[in-house]
């Protein structure tokens, strides 16, 4: 069963950095054809895609906050790490990992985890 | 990077069918495949339907999704409404200049 469970802080102070994880199980990061996007969803809005790493590490990001965005991995611990800087209150929500994998044409995000709220706030 | 535009609710009774349009702003919608969402809340978004009409695991074939050139839009047809199937529906695309990928702003749809 595929499962991606994000964890991180609840609370993080405006110009900080937030570090979230997503933790999956139940396939490879390294599996071709398959990559980890990271989606933010702020109350009551629509989502948000950040961030996507490949099977190959090739990396992609929103490029509107491509400055402050990074993603990375460790595969020892089936894990992808999403780091954002300076953190604002309009930067409040749900972050989600989701998988993707491609399908006849294209990816498609066909898991997601269950997120973790993120509250921007001195 | 384009937008996509989705009416912002739609409502219809049990049994009958609904149709939710999304708009892509600029270049075709047949560039790019779209992929839709479902989410109820206090829940994640799940797959319904990508590559513009294929359904994703486990979703009845009471959904089916289409495109339509003339008007530049994607559309996700509910037939057989049920009570379960109220909720907030994603559409979303990429850019394939960038591989962003683009979320419209969701329809909420009430089954009453």
């Known amino acids: 069963q595929v499962t991606l469970r994000e964890s991180g802080p609840a609370l993080v102070k405006p110009t900080q950095t937030l570090t979230v994880t997503c933790t999956v199980s139940g396939f490879s990061l390294t599996t071709r054809g398959l990559c980890v996007n990271w989606i933010r969803q702020p109350p009551g809005k629509a989502p948000e895609w950040l961030a996507r790493?490949?099977?190959?590490?090739?990396?992609y990001y929103n490029t509107s906050l491509r400055s402050r965005l990074t993603i990375s991995r460790d595969t020892s611990k089936n894990q992808v790490v999403l780091r954002v800087t300076n953190m604002d209150p309009v930067d409040t929500g749900t972050y989600y990992c989701?998988?993707?994998?491609?399908?006849?044409?294209?990816?498609?995000?066909?898991?997601w985890g269950k997120g973790t709220t993120v509250t921007v706030s001195s | 990077n384009f937008m996509l535009t989705q009416p912002h609710s739609v409502s219809e009774s049990p049994g009958k069918t609904v149709t939710i349009s999304c708009t892509r702003s600029?270049?075709?919608?047949?560039?790019?495949?779209v992929q839709w969402n479902k989410q109820r809340p206090g829940s994640s978004p799940t797959p319904v339907i990508y590559?513009?009409?294929?359904?994703a695991a486990g979703v009845p074939d009471r959904f089916s999704g289409s495109i339509d050139s003339s008007s530049n839009s994607a559309s996700l047809t509910i037939s057989g409404l049920q009570i379960e199937d109220e909720a907030d529906y994603y559409c979303q695309s990429y850019d394939s200049s960038n591989q962003n990928v683009i979320f419209g702003g969701g329809t909420r749809l009430t089954v009453l």
């Open positions: 590559e513009y009409k294929e359904r």
């Open positions: 989701a998988r993707a994998q491609l399908a006849n044409y294209y990816y498609y995000m066909d898991v």
């Open positions: 600029s270049g075709s919608i047949a560039s790019n495949y």
């Open positions: 790493i490949d099977w190959d590490e090739d990396q």
